[in-house]
């Protein structure tokens, strides 16, 4: 089947004319970089030292101008913090480019090598989580209460689990889990939580180690104002570590506790003892929304992309529309977090008798 989401180089640059510092590029200056994620498209721009992202889907389910504008606002708002990429212009949507686009930096370096740059991974989060957070906030969403924004999502993700054809002993647990988590978000209302902008999606492969040794954090499609400790979990989860072929690795529990003291060194005090409590249990919703997304994910890319009834965002996740070499690669990881030996591992952090105990780092 032909993929509706393909890149298409002469949109692009139709809507790189308006830009004033992009009109003159020409097509054969466009250069689509290798597939590596399930949502964007790269195209690089000889000679400008730039790149455009190419959105293939939302997801927030929001609408192309909205999206595309939410997008600009993420990377906008990150740009403080000297960790992320330049927003240099914005492409609207258009007829070959249905979510628009947008033009950033291009970040001249190499992923990260694990667990080594997980100490520069904690300075990147720090100086983001540090930045001073807006009386106006919007576009960006905000989690007042993190624990039932995040719960929610998992909730919503967790509907497919009947589909998923998961191991029965995974999908206990998976239940057990929700089950845990639907409780920890009734006693936790009216807690509080420290307020920060976070980049919600800080698996490793989203960062780049520039020439500098920074860590520069690529990927701000997710960003809002919530809780600090969930970037944390998904920078160090084995399900975040082990998710980008670059980089892969799963790291040792010293080295999960070494990365938390790191970047704990590096926020205020006042702002590490607000957050040291939500550390554990954020960690453990965090795998559990991961979980539930590769069980939402694991049916809805098993669909044929034009199934009737079904939005353009959820039309975006059928493999049907992707590479099958990408497709072959993120199901053996799928496959592998659904693994029940894969789940028992990684609960250890919270329910084994070597417990991580990061309220105690």
């Known amino acids: 089947m032909s993929d509706p989401f393909r890149l298409d180089l002469d949109a692009l640059r ?16 466009l250069e689509p970089m290798r597939t590596k994620g399930l949502v964007h498209e790269h195209v690089r721009i000889r000679g400008a030292s730039s790149v455009i992202r190419v959105p293939r889907l939302s997801h927030w389910g929001m609408p192309p101008k909205q999206h595309i504008a939410y997008q600009a606002a993420c990377f906008e708002r990150a740009a403080a913090s000297g960790r992320t990429p330049r927003l240099h212009g914005v492409i609207a949507p258009a007829a070959g480019v ?5 033009i950033v930096d291009e970040i001249v370096g190499r992923p990260p090598r694990l ?8 300075g990147t989060l720090a100086a983001i989580h540090t930045l001073a957070v807006p009386d ?3 576009p960006l969403p905000v989690h007042d209460d993190p624990v039932a924004a995040t719960v929610a999502v998992i909730r919503a993700q967790a509907a497919f689990l ?11 647990v998976i239940e057990d889990e929700l089950a845990w988590a639907e409780r920890l978000a009734t006693e936790s209302i009216g807690a509080h939580h420290p307020l920060a902008l976070v980049g919600t999606d800080t698996h490793p492969g989203n960062f780049m180690m520039d020439r500098r040794g920074r860590a520069i954090f690529v ?3 997710k960003t809002l104002y919530g809780q600090p400790a969930i970037d944390l979990a998904h920078a160090s989860l084995y399900t975040s570590t082990m998710w980008d072929a670059d980089c892969a690795a799963a790291l040792a529990p010293d080295a999960v ?3 938390y003291v790191r970047y704990l060194a590096a926020v205020p005090r006042d702002f590490a003892d607000r957050l040291r409590p939500w550390l554990e249990p954020m960690r453990r919703l965090t795998w559990l929304r991961t979980t539930t997304w590769a069980v ?6 098993a669909r044929a992309p034009g199934k009737d009834g079904e939005s353009a965002a959820t039309r975006g996740w059928s493999a049907e529309a992707r590479d099958p070499a990408l497709m072959v690669e993120v199901r053996a990881r799928v496959a592998d977090y659904f693994d029940p030996a894969t789940i028992a591992r990684i609960r250890a952090e919270w329910t084994g008798a070597d417990k991580l105990n990061l309220g105690q780092v």
């Open 14 to 29: 139709e809507g790189l004319k308006p830009i004033r510092a992009f009109s003159d590029v020409s097509r054969d200056r």
């Open 98 to 102: 249905p979510y628009g686009a947008l």
């Open 115 to 122: 667990p080594a740059d997980t100490a520069a991974i904690a």
């Open 136 to 138: 106006e906030r919007a």
């Open 162 to 172: 009947a589909e998923a054809g998961l191991p029965p002993e995974s999908r206990r």
């Open 219 to 221: 990927d701000l499609e």
């Open 257 to 259: 506790r070494a990365f």
């Open 296 to 301: 939402r994910w694991s049916v809805l890319s």
